[in-house]
């Protein structure tokens, strides 16, 4: 069957000035900001022309936002919205922003890296603020003034200094127009400085929905016939399938079986019935060697891999770094690996897939709505056009729900039943068959004057990435690299994972060379930090935790508790976090305090910047202190939250948050970077605390200190 | 497991009072409480998040004390008062623990809200003015992925104080 031509064409596919805004959503005044090349932040340079921004103000006097960008629990619903009604002079609830959907958004590669703040919000900022120049005119017109002498508030416009009831709504302003402006070259937005609503205090948007149970997620919603499916999944990592028999699962009544490529899956009237079918299907698969969990270090050190995406090769290399090692008075070395850990999003991945016309409409919880929808159209060999991925509330993703698999599988099915079917992940699959935070290895070296002062640094990393791999010291003599290697499971993707690990590995070491040499942790770093912004965090942070100069304890101290620090710099915020532990006579060890200060820029939403600090410590605190899949042979052995710990209140310190303002730099994304200090922070602490150095996360998979 | 439909004209019905409202359901060994909230009767306020009773995110009300829906037989719920995170509202009127959250913020990606208000919501009931310790205690079956645990003491905090004074609201 060949496809017919899409009757629908979704925005991003037509040139800015040729796609229908005024048929979708009414008459009124659209501008447009056309697709980007690399955005501030410079990701995805030499990719395909994406981002960019639109905004419509229809008659009704709102203003339609549309971004790629989606919402998964971060917050930047309500951080966008407050920088269009900012820009326009509306109350928040005068702005809707459709998100990630596919027909009607600009192409975006993906909410990930801390982008939505440095890219998305500075193009629907640069956006409104065009659209407000071009208000302005049309007011003034509209009120027989100069563009000069109008002023626009609250979503009215009127004469400068006239009372409000000479005020016309900006609905009236454009009544019966449709007029598409593009945003001219050169528009320069508001400072911080001069930000009435982003900046201050705001309540969320749509937050009432959440604590009546309305709000619906994509396991939550239900068409008219829809099937409910599930795939087969092999029994160990990358198992190959040699034969398999559907005759049994079809025997259920009204199961339907696919067996496409690689895919074998079912779907069924009930999820209970699916479970039947799937479990039903006799299925011979024949193993490839895979590492156990003690050999697991050896394999990633034997089989480094080509470098792609964002396991990108790196090579630094600045001065001589073996003649300093050879000149250098002090040397220290050291190996630091972090686990393969499981994103575990409450909501596991879940995917409702219908063919309409040949047309198929996907709403899944994902955080790259357009490479899903460009990996679906090749997968089923549809012009892009032909495929619709719409993103529902999502019940969290922390960089686990890039992919397409599943939403193909959901597709295949759908189309083979000839209705909608719907595939939501258990919790066993969700932690088997979504791809992990890679393990990684990491190699330090380093060699410094007999005061602790660095004269070389050699940093070699496997596997984790390459993100804040260099170091945020002066040193002369630098050689980092990253080799990315293959890997016994499907790895991906994770809220700051590259960073989190190579600041876990960078700080623990930091702190030893000062420990080595008796100086104070922070006087340490502060003496060889290369960044102010930096070392005003770790100022600020040294200062509320109350940190008294003095050496880390190489030795048990008698109290058994200690303190430890760990700053980092990364996608452009920069953090330090305190924390105090005790070590209790039985070794159990306790997180007593956390202080962590963060600074990203200008502050667009405060409360949810907050928000996004405590609750990455939090997950940060999982990652330093216990959590880690535990496999043998490509096979996965704690699959679930009885058997994979993730942090509970009980396990949750004292968390002090300093958030420093800078609304003289533009605003960062705080979704990751708060992490990555947290796991050497409690090392450094522990070491305080014992005179034990722990070189591996998690750091106490039991409880308790070795 | 007998297949799906073959069952069914032998399955017993029960009555299932789910918000004041009574349901005929089909009484099978297979269906736990969750399920037949969220499939059969489209309460999907209540959520699925692990199915061994370890997240939270599926806890109802069963005559006012917090279940974990999963791990609730439906002929254990069959004679009882259950409350979703649907019915807990009266009308437009928000219970306090709900009002609370929303004002303390207590959420980031509001999956696990419903069960995190439920347990509240229990918790306040048998406990008016809960200590942190107990809070944290009360709650520790809950899992909030996105890390948001301070602001939902916050929220319970706020919901276990009295009621402010009108005076003001005339």
Known sequence: MSPSPPKVVPFDLLPPTQRPYFDRFGNGLVVVLAAQGPGPSGWGAGGPPHGGAWIHIGEDGKARAFTGKVEVGQGTRTALSLVVADELRLPLSAVELTMGDTDVCPWDMGTFGSRSMPDAAQHLRLTGTAARDVLLRLAADHLGVGPGEVELVDGRARPRGKPASSAVAYGEVVKGLRRIDLVPPNTQPEPPSRWTVAGHPSPDVGSRDVVTGARRYTSDLHLPGMLHGKVLFPPTSGAKLRQVDLGPARAIPGVVAVHEGELVAVAAPTLLSAIAAVKAIRAEWEAVDQPSEREVVDYLRSHPAEGEDFWDVLHHKAGDVEAAFTRAPLSLRATYTTAYIAHAPLETHAVLAAWEEGRLTVRMGTQTPFRARDALSDALGLPPASVHVIVPPTGSGFGGKHAAELALAAARLAKAAERPVRVVYSREEEFSHAYLRPMAVIDVRSAAEKDGTLTAWEFHVLNAGSAAARPPYRVPNQKVDNQPTESPFDQGSYRALAATANNFARESHLDELAARVGADPVDFRLRQLADDRLADVLRAVARRAGWASRPSSGAARKEGTGRGIAVGLEKGGRVATFAEVRVAEDRRLEVERIVTGYECGAIVHPSNLRSQVEGGTVMALGGALFEAIHFDRGRLLNPKFSEYRVPRFRDIPAIEVLLLDRPDLPSQGGGETPLIAVAPAVANAIFDATGQRLRSLPLTPDGTVP | ?170
């Open chain 2, 1 to 170: 497991m007998s297949s799906s439909s073959s069952s069914r004209g032998r399955s017993p019905a029960a009555r299932l009072t789910v918000n004041g409202v009574d349901h005929e359901v089909a009484l099978r060994p297979d269906r736990h409480l969750l399920y037949v909230l969220r499939e059969e009767l489209g309460l999907t306020g209540t959520k699925y998040g692990c199915g061994e009773g370890e997240c939270g995110a599926c806890k109802v009300l069963l005559d006012g004390v917090a279940v974990r829906a999963c791990q609730t037989p439906l002929g254990e719920a069959v004679g009882h008062s259950v409350t979703t995170i649907e019915g807990l509202a009266h009308g437009e009127e928000l219970h306090p623990v709900q009002r609370a959250f929303l004002e303390a913020g207590a959420f980031q990606c509001g999956f696990c809200t419903p069960g995190m208000i439920m347990a509240a919501a229990a918790l306040l009931a048998r406990n008016p003015h809960p200590t942190d310790a107990e809070v944290r205690a009360g709650l520790d079956g809950n899992l909030c992925r996105c890390g948001g645990y301070l602001r939902i003491l916050d929220a319970v905090e706020r919901a276990s104080r009295p009621p402010p004074t009108r005076g003001g609201k005339r």
